[in-house]
């Protein structure tokens, strides 16, 4: 369903355990985040779990917002222009969604209040430099909690060593080299190829997806490393379109039909 501003201004929000102000948006089959200016930014908390979200922005200037929980999603990417307008975000909860590069968390940088971090359920967890990489770059270093387990200080050093130059105190070629989309030894047109024998399963534009799908996703973007691939994954999502063989079929060219499913 679309947030229209009238369904906006009108959802419920509630007092949290925490005794914060929370906009309630879950479970909502949303596909992309508009109109949240309707509530006049009255609340501290937003959650959008368990919708239909694919890139995480357009959030309205927002100071009061300390928190936002947008588990269970389809998230693979974070707007450059979300963090001037929640300056002031201590905790991200990004659980089980489809973030796949390290590049995808630079966006990140700049919130420099951001103090716990939850990635878990992301293919980028599988990065090998994933946790060193999230330490030294996230809020400018000033992160707390990743993944519900304190930061310490011996991540911290082993962060920078890893990717500051000793002797300029800069970042070094590993750290520029993690910063952009890494490449893949699959063809874009092996993917393509596969991607245009895909057809529509029925029910499956705008409704959720079942656990196995997500699963699905979650191969074939860690398979899918490439910019372009990456797009190509999110455009089959938009159409309703999921490759029986998860995509991990699709990157390497082999024959997949789509499955048929009832949407709920």
Known sequence: MRLTPDFVSKAPSHLNPLKERELELRGLQIPVIENLASHQGSYDTLNLTDNSITVLGNIPNSPRLT????A?????SISPSLPPNIPNLVTLVLTDNAISSLASLLPLETLT???HLVLKGNPVTQHEHYKEFVVWKVAKGNLHVLDYERIKDTLREKSRKLLIDPLTELPNSLAHQLSIPTTSSVTSSAFSASANKATPIKGGKGRL???DEKRRLVEALTNAKTSEQVRKIERMLAEGMIP???VEAAVNGSEGKIEEVNGS
């Open 209 to 211: 997806m079942t656990p």
């Open 244 to 246: 029986e063989g998860g």
């Open 67 to 70: 928190a936002i929980h947008a």
């Open 72 to 76: 269970q999603n389809q998230i693979s």
């Open 113 to 115: 209040s951001l103090r």
